[in-house]
């Protein structure tokens, strides 16, 4: 054990976070909470103007909101999550916890979708998943296996091919973006995971959302909380490389070099002092484009995150394979966009087709859409302080190498403009196709990494949140091994952060469990009856 933190002693430690995402957030706020730690002992380095990383929302109603993505949660799922979230104070409600403030928007605001999936401009009827006997067996033969037996196998190596047109793939795989070429060992974990949402996967019931974007909602209260106790936030400050130095109990940080405006800068880390890293970003490299011009794609290498990842990985062998995740773009890229409209014909239709008022839906996927798009209607207002005859909406498709159904085009080089087009061609909602788009900006965002974290891994290509035989360094975020969780989640995030905290510091705490659905009978005799249906 390299570190017995005494309390006194953690008044002196000083920690270094490396991103500014829902890690490096979160993995602060515990270093405070139950580290012991000064505020203004913690410094977080982000290489972006603002923090929060994946977890944006930006803009106005002239120019057009831009959200990269809209999260769902569960209360089952995201323990972590709610760990965090019960001692940040709402912002809107300081008397609140931003927890409390989410679950009373969900008890206000039910979330039940009755247009889950759209054929030919039709709502499918979702109340049975489509399997045949085949796939139920593949589906427990997936769940029962071990994920050494999986390996690097692809889903689509563990399902037959008529699996990926079932009811259940379209409505699991546009729930969490899941491709066939994406890792079955992350399949099999998320069938565990979310065992629980099989009955309610056609209507999303057990989905619950945030007030506002995630920006608003839980970012901005978590800065405030962080600055509220003296943390210090150096943004435009990318960090670069990691020096280590090598003693009797392993090795350590002793160095972190960061470029801010062109200048290169160092920190000596302390004998004491901890580094926290968040590697890789399912959001590096990514571009917007608007309602004239496509999203420009963009390659992230330039990218903090992967690049000190791999720097460092080159250097030490248990630092986990970044090509693994960062080396296939076309295999993890795609496109969302954002739709700010200042008229309300568009909404007032989407409800009327779906039966659902904005915010109580979730994603309609349009089944036979080339590109297999996917859109959401949020509760409205999604920003703070839109006004109240804007509305704005999030879309996104998994195939943006095909051409669209109706414009002729790869949706990658789709403006804002096209992207409506072909949502408003599978809506037949041509009728009113010229005063939506004249009302309407949309703003597509073209994400290299997006699903880098689900690409087929075996062990070692994640390092351990803290890998053994170092002293003073934990790897957070969605790169880093934690058994049995799942990955593209803000819980898994928060998840590495407690575990970094609570292992660096030694801290006598446990990290909040996580719920196996599989241990609760009556989850498993409804996910069984959902399956046999
Ligand atoms: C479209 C979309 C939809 C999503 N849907 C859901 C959902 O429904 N439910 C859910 O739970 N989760 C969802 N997620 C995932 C969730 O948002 C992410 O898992 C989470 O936000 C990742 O947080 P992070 O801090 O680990 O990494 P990131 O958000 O990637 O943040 C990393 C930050 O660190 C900075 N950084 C990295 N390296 C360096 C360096 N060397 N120097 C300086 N700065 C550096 C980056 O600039 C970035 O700002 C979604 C994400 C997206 C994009």
């Not at 489509?130 to 399902?159: C, H, P, W, Y």
């Not at 009811?167 to 979310?194: C, D, G, I």
């Not at 804002?416 to 009113?432: C, V």
């Not at 170092?470 to 928060?494: H, R």
């Amino acid at each position: 054990m390299a570190h017995a933190f005494e309390p006194a002693q953690s008044r002196r430690t000083k920690a270094y976070l490396v991103g500014g995402g829902i890690a490096s957030l979160a993995s602060a706020a515990y270093l405070i909470r139950d580290g012991g730690l000064a505020g203004s002992n913690i410094s977080i380095f982000e290489a972006g103007s603002v923090l929060g990383g994946s977890l944006d929302g930006a803009g106005s109603p002239d120019h057009g909101y831009v959200i990269r993505g809209g999260r769902m949660f569960t209360y089952e799922a995201y323990t972590c999550t709610f760990d965090l979230l019960s001692f940040i104070p709402s912002l809107l409600d300081p008397a609140k916890s931003v927890k409390d403030e989410i679950i009373e928007f969900n008890d206000k605001v039910i979330s039940h979708s009755r247009s889950r999936l759209v054929r030919s401009g039709e709502k499918v009827d979702v109340s049975i998943m489509g399997f045949d006997n085949r796939d139920r067996l593949d589906l427990i033969g997936t769940m029962a296996v071990s994920e050494e037996m999986l390996g690097a196998k692809r889903i689509q190596d563990v399902f037959q091919p008529s699996f990926f047109k079932t009811n259940f793939w379209f409505m699991w795989a546009t729930t969490f973006a899941f491709q066939p070429w994406h890792s079955a060992v992350e399949m099999k974990r998320y069938l565990h995971r979310f065992l629980q949402e099989f009955p309610r996967l056609n209507t999303l019931a057990g989905v619950r959302r945030t007030p506002y974007n995630q920006y608003e909602s839980i970012i901005l209260p978590l800065q405030k909380w962080l600055k509220e106790r003296g943390v210090r936030f150096e943004t435009r400050a990318r960090v670069t490389e990691l020096d280590f130095k090598y003693g009797p109990d392993g090795k350590g940080v002793e160095q972190v070099r960061y470029v801010r405006d062109g200048t290169q800068n160092q920190i000596a880390v302390g004998d004491h002092d901890l580094v926290f890293v968040t590697i890789g970003s399912m959001t590096a490299g990514s571009s917007l484009g608007s309602m004239s011009q496509p999203a420009k794609a963009q390659d992230g290498a330039q990218d903090g995150s992967w690049a000190l990842w791999g720097t460092l990985a080159k250097k030490h062998s248990d630092f986990g394979r970044p090509s693994v995740f960062d080396g296939n773009v076309d295999k993890s890229k795609w496109l969302s966009f954002t739709a700010t409209m200042r008229d309300p014909t568009f909404f007032n239709l989407m409800e009327k087709f779906t039966g659902n008022a904005a915010g109580t839906g979730g994603l309609v996927t349009f089944v036979d859409s080339n590109w297999l798009m996917s859109v959401v209607l949020p509760y409205q207002p999604h920003f703070v302080g839109q006004p109240d005859d804007v509305n704005v909406f999030w879309g996104y498709g998994l195939f943006v190498d095909q051409e669209g159904n109706y414009v002729k085009k790869r949706m990658s080089d789709c403006s804002g403009e096209e992207l409506l087009i072909e949502l408003l061609g599978h809506l037949r909602f041509d009728k009113h196709k010229a005063l939506i788009l004249k009302s309407s900006n949309c703003i597509p965002c073209m994400m290299p990494f997006i699903t880098s974290q689900f690409m087929p891994r075996v062990k070692g290509d994640r390092p351990h949140v803290k890998p053994a035989g170092t002293t003073n360094v934990a790897f957070i975020g969605q790169y880093c091994e934690i058994p049995d969780d799942v990955v593209f989640t803000v819980e898994y995030s928060i998840r590495s952060a407690q575990m970094a905290v609570y292992s660096l510091l030694n801290v006598d705490k446990k990290v909040s469990p996580l719920y196996k659905a599989r241990h609760d009978l009556g989850v498993y005799f409804s996910s069984l009856k959902t399956l046999f249906h």
